[in-house]
């Protein structure tokens, strides 16, 4: 049977359709966003003042816990790995607290080898302390 529509080598040519199709559905699309970014509305919850500034954030103190269990901030040994009371270490956040007006905030950094629970224990030395802001990289 021979065809009009196709080549003797079963190409049928550019397909207009689905074209049509994909730029109807990008055009929908747009148009939405466009009305959805237009109602954003910006609320302050009831009871808290209005703030036209923000606070200065300062930058996170990095806690580096190596393969050996030790515990590192800005490169100084605060807590062996054999230290399980650290001492050391609750000076130091006694100390931050103490000169520090704002609450800082604190980011883990373990190696793979790092045992689970001293990574915890460093957790509840913070907790301790009162610092809340504790997030891992």
């Given amino acids: ?3 009009s529509a196709s080549n003797e ?4 040519g550019f397909q207009i359709a689905p074209m049509v199709d994909i730029v109807f559905v990008l055009l929908l699309f747009f148009m939405t ?3 959805v970014r237009e109602m954003h509305v910006e609320a302050t919850p009831a009871g808290h003042p209005q703030r036209t500034e923000f606070a200065a954030v300062s930058p996170p103190i990095f806690i580096d816990i190596n393969g050996n269990d ?3 901030i800005n490169g100084r ?3 062996t ?3 399980h009371g650290f001492d050391d270490l609750r000076r130091w956040l006694a100390g931050i607290r103490n000169t ?3 609450d800082e905030s604190f980011v883990i950094r373990a190696q793979d ?3 689970h629970e001293r990574v915890v224990r460093v957790l509840g030395v913070l907790k301790k302390a009162g610092y809340k802001k504790v997030s891992f990289a």
Avoid: E, I, P, R
Wanted: aromatic share 4%.
């Fill in 81 to 83: 790995g054999t230290d």
């Fill in 33 to 35: 966003y466009k009305n």
């Fill in 70 to 72: 030790d515990v590192l």
């Fill in 77 to 79: 040994v605060v807590a």
């Fill in 1 to 3: 049977m021979n065809s």
């Fill in 9 to 12: 080598d079963g190409d049928h």
């Fill in 113 to 115: 080898t790092t045992h």
């Fill in 100 to 102: 520090s007006s704002t």
